[in-house]
């Protein structure tokens, strides 16, 4: 089967429908290009990454796969546009690397948040957020729109400690937490991206104000509007923290789990696909 038609049955796989538009996704504006390499060309095995990094290069390599599939973009920017960088020593490192190994990257974006018939019965879920639930085993406390996977109920635990668990599940480095650490929390919402944008960032204010969100566990947090206001809510008794775990590191989980259902999008299990991590996105200097 070509690169290709790998690429092909993944996208017929998924619902199609753009998480973000609510239309059907336009393949001329869809963020899920060939990024990089000839798809027409046999496809060896199939590595499935959240951001494809030199390392993760490197594995695919090593593990004879010829195909990438990454969540994220190549070169470091919306829409992998090449002109302004492709005389940076990175770039032209990263391009040596890619032409050695001689393979293809596709981004599997707006497909795979389009939903996949991976849940229970075959009910069509947010292939993304599905993976984070599965990795931290909070499948059945899903509440909400389930089929996006934002909102869960866990059993009750101090935000300090459901913030060490994150790190051992997740296999990160360390974590950065917001509030009231000693907070009772159960209800937990992952917020989209909180950046400074006024309207986005006071939905997700009240949301967590409204839906009385003990815990945000957020991707983007910038240090203003929402933090602070979960902040002040620690300061003020009313239990509320946020996790910061990182955008890259809350949504690889579901390029961990794509594999599992690789094989009933191909029609087959004769081409191996395997996930390879990133790493975390983060290290952490503390004072002595």
């Known amino acids: 089967m070509l690169a290709s038609e790998v690429i092909q049955r993944i996208k017929d796989y998924c619902g199609g429908i753009g998480f973000d538009t609510g239309v059907p996704i336009d393949e001329a504006t869809t963020r899920d290009k060939i990024l990089y390499g000839d798809p027409d060309q046999e496809c060896t095995g199939i590595v499935t990454c959240l951001w494809a990094n030199a390392d993760v290069i490197e594995r695919a390599r090593e ?67 599905y993976g984070l639930a599965w990795k931290l085993g909070w499948l059945d406390y899903r509440i909400g729109d389930v089929a996006m996977g934002l909102d869960f109920k866990i059993p009750a635990i101090k935000g300090i400690d459901l913030a060490r668990e994150l790190v051992k599940k997740l296999g990160l480095n360390g974590t950065r937490l917001i509030g009231d650490s000693q907070a009772v929390v159960s209800r937990v919402h992952v917020p989209m991206h909180i950046m400074g944008v006024a309207p986005d960032d006071n939905r997700e204010t009240v949301y967590a104000d409204e839906q009385d969100v003990d815990c945000l566990m957020t991707m983007e947090f910038v240090d203003f509007t929402t933090s602070e206001f979960v902040r002040d809510a620690g300061m003020l008794d009313q239990g509320k923290c946020a996790i910061t775990i990182g955008h890259f590191n809350l949504e690889e989980p579901g390029m961990e789990y794509m594999p599992t259902w690789i094989p009933a999008a191909l029609g087959c299990d004769e081409i191996q696909a395997s996930f390879v991590p990133m790493g975390d996105t983060y290290q952490y200097i503390v004072a002595d």
């Open 63 to 129: 593990l004879g796969a010829n195909l990438i599939i990454a969540h994220e973009a190549l070169f470091w920017n919306h829409g992998d546009h090449q002109d302004f960088i492709a005389e940076t020593k990175t770039y032209l490192a990263k391009k040596q690397l890619l032409d050695e190994w001689g393979g293809v990257v596709w981004r599997c974006h707006d497909y795979i948040h389009s939903r996949v018939p991976i849940d229970t019965d075959g009910a069509m879920v947010d292939g993304i957020f």
